[in-house]
């Protein structure tokens, strides 16, 4: 089975995307060939900065690879270093429907946001499929939010074969059913775009505040409440263990405990879950050469399979 997902660097990673998708990346490493890359052209299509897009690329390797992305088993490579996939974007185009384009939420989403469309956000998902089918992927671990483009890359995938002869796998996407939603700090789903993140290195006085103003129902103290339906309660069992879990439930089910004592809690887990990971961040952000070679060696791995799979649609298609 190959796995293969990429991760756009729009910003520091947040408790979401680690357990919505990053999680899952370094799960499957271990039984699998596995291809994850840093969306940077995706990303193009949001930062007009260079600066910043450049820093926050680095950044997201350095946060891969300190929660455990371990490069000797996986091949961790920068999108816009596998030109190929670019190539194969525009084979694919040609074959895309505007109406299956038109329809995708996170389009839709963008632009209801009055984000400006440029032609790069509308044609965004044929990249995406570009990225998956070029490394022949079986599965592509995602959160919920992306499961509608793996869906178009099958389309793509199929109507490409349909007419040219079996030549791309059919990928298929793997969520997280417990993460597949992290609420943020107002409730609502965690996520750059509402301003409601917490970021997973952000320094660990500052976090502890805003963990600390997470958003709470105005319930009495001594009612009791059900855990399942309060996103503080959800957020502390992404860290605690099962029977600590079970202790915090059954507390909320009791009643006569304050929010404040709960967000100590998460605070408090939270920064145990992630202190390995953090001490390994500083020593990798402090060896940036390092870091260079192993995306240099992951493009070059990359490559070689995009380039098999490029040539193939090309030869079906007719281009060579
Ligand atoms: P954001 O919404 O903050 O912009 P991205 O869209 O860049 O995050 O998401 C990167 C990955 O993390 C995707 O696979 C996405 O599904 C996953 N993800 C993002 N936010 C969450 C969340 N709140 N819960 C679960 N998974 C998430
Ligand atoms: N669109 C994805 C996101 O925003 C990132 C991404 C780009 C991706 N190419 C991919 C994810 C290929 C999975 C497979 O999260």
Redesign the pocket.
């Known amino acids: 089975m190959r796995v293969l997902?990429g991760?756009?660097p729009?910003?520091r990673f947040?408790w979401?995307?680690y357990?919505?998708?990053i999680r899952q990346y370094i799960e499957l490493q271990n039984e699998n060939e596995s291809y994850y890359f840093i969306a940077n052209l995706h990303a193009l299509t949001t930062i007009r900065d260079k600066q910043v897009l450049q820093q926050n690329s680095l950044d997201a390797a350095l946060d891969l690879l300190a929660l455990g992305l371990n490069p000797d088993k996986a091949t961790l490579f920068m999108q816009s270093d596998v030109p190929e996939v670019s190539e194969l974007c525009w084979l694919l185009m040609s074959g895309t429907p505007m109406g299956l384009l038109e329809r995708c939420v996170s389009y839709k989403d963008k632009t209801a946001k009055g984000l400006s469309a440029n032609a790069g956000l509308f044609t965004y998902p044929v990249l995406q499929a570009a990225d998956i089918l070029i490394y022949d992927a079986d599965v592509v671990p995602?959160?919920?939010?992306?499961v509608q483009h793996v869906e178009v890359c099958r389309d793509i995938a199929q109507s490409f074969n349909h007419h040219f002869g079996e030549t791309f796998v059919l990928p298929k996407p793997r969520v997280m059913p417990v993460?597949?939603?992290?609420?943020?700090t107002d409730g609502e789903?965690?996520?750059?775009?509402y301003d409601n993140?917490i970021e997973i290195f952000e320094p660990l006085k500052p976090q502890r505040k805003k963990i600390m103003r997470i958003t709470t129902d105005s319930r009495p103290m001594e009612d009791p409440k059900d855990p399942d339906s309060d996103h503080l309660y959800q957020l502390y069992s992404l860290f605690a263990s099962d029977a600590d879990r079970e202790a915090m439930a059954a507390k909320y089910r009791q009643g006569g405990f304050g929010y404040g004592e709960v967000k100590k809690a998460v605070a408090d887990a939270s920064e145990a879950y992630f202190n390995e990971a953090r001490e390994k961040r500083e020593a990798l952000a402090a060896d940036t050469k390092k870091v260079a070679e192993i995306l240099g060696d992951g493009a070059a791995k990359a490559r070689k399979k995009a380039a098999e799979v490029l040539l193939r649609a090309q030869q079906a298609c007719g281009v060579k």
């Open positions: 997902s991760i756009q729009t910003g947040h979401g995307n357990f919505g998708a995602v959160g919920q939010d992306q993460a597949a939603k992290v609420p943020g789903k965690m996520s750059k775009s993140t």
